[in-house]
């Protein structure tokens, strides 16, 4: 049997997977993995306020991020679209999926190696007895400026300190902001890389396995369920803005100017889910045995006809004015 229509991966093909070796299994599963890849996609576009705030970043800054997902896309799609038609096309869109998987848990990384945000302002009851308590507070972590009773007009200046070095303000860019900046950065160039081969491949790949009259059908339903990533993306986005980075109960609300939401847990779901996704991908077979009926056998040898007649016609053409020149020379 041709092991190149066989569901598996080297010698491991048993007969249990063999039950999967068609189109219509194939569109389910990558079908789920594409709407995970597309969610991700959109999802720093839900968060990169959030990312701004506490990071520190700059307007500048966050458009450079948002634009490195499609500079790793245009730097390789032409040489990965090139071998569509060349290569095992179903291990190559698991690839890119785990790619993006791997891109997503990159961009969360940076919440987890930060310093940590200062959250002495954060009353930790519900009831604050007396209200010099908690300005003096909100005076030690910086959020307020303690201002001497003597005001000198020369010096309009003034400093606010905090007591501690190893905390970090909302909104304040830091000597972590470069840093995180490169990890998500190169988190989105992985994503654009990932995301190059999946259009091209995935319609060589069904337009080569099915009938010419469902290639749109599959291609369809493909492109039906990943149009949901982007909502999906979003709505979770603002569900997850309602967390608090550190999953900490706080007694201020996401209306507050020091809110921070977790944006880092939509990388985290949305990244293993792509690639728990993706690895089922992998085991499809390199193409399908397509049974061609008699219409689309007439259809291939008409236009295969057509084509002989028309280069026929083309040739007796030259041939017939070439000779006119030569015996009838101006």
Not at 181 to 201: D, E, H, L
Request: proline share 4%; with cysteine.
């Amino acid at each position: 049997m041709d092991t190149e229509i066989q569901c598996g991966i080297g010698r491991f093909k048993p007969n249990c997977l063999q039950c999967c070796a068609t189109m219509k299994i194939f569109t389910v599963f990558y079908s789920i993995s594409a709407l995970m890849t597309s969610t991700l996609s959109v999802y720093i576009a839900s968060q990169i306020t959030t990312i701004e705030k506490q990071f520190g970043f700059t307007s500048t800054q966050s458009g450079l991020l948002m634009s490195c997902n499609d500079i790793g896309y245009l730097a390789v799609t032409l040489f990965v679209s090139y071998f569509a038609d060349k290569v095992h096309a179903p291990r190559v869109l698991s690839f890119s999926t785990l790619l993006f998987g791997a891109a997503g848990i990159i961009c969360a990384i940076p919440y987890f190696v930060s310093p940590m945000i200062s959250k002495s302002f954060l009353p930790k009851t519900s009831n604050v007895s007396r209200s010099g308590d908690f300005l003096s507070k909100m005076m030690s972590s910086g959020q307020l400026c303690e201002v001497s009773s003597t005001f000198d007009q020369s010096n309009s200046n003034m400093s606010c300190s905090s007591k501690s070095d190893t905390h970090t303000s909302v909104g304040v860019a830091n000597d972590f902001t470069p840093v995180a900046m490169t990890i998500i950065a190169i988190g989105m160039i992985i994503q654009g890389i990932g995301k190059s081969p999946r259009q091209a491949f995935i319609t060589t790949y069904i337009d080569n396995n099915v009938k010419k009259t469902q290639t749109a059908v599959y291609v369809g339903s493909v492109m039906a369920v990943a149009i949901f990533g982007p909502a999906l993306g979003f709505g979770l986005g603002g569900l997850f803005s309602k967390i608090y980075v550190t999953l900490e109960d706080v007694n201020i609300s996401p209306r507050d100017p020091r809110w921070i939401g977790a944006w880092w847990i939509g990388f985290l779901t949305f990244g293993i889910g792509s690639i728990l996704t993706g690895l089922p991908v992998m085991f499809f077979p390199k193409r399908f045995h397509v049974k061609r009926n008699k219409v689309d056998t007439k259809v291939v040898k008409k236009k295969r006809k057509t084509r002989i007649i028309e280069g026929t016609k083309g040739t007796m053409m030259n041939c017939n004015s070439n000779l006119k020149e030569n015996l009838f020379p101006n």
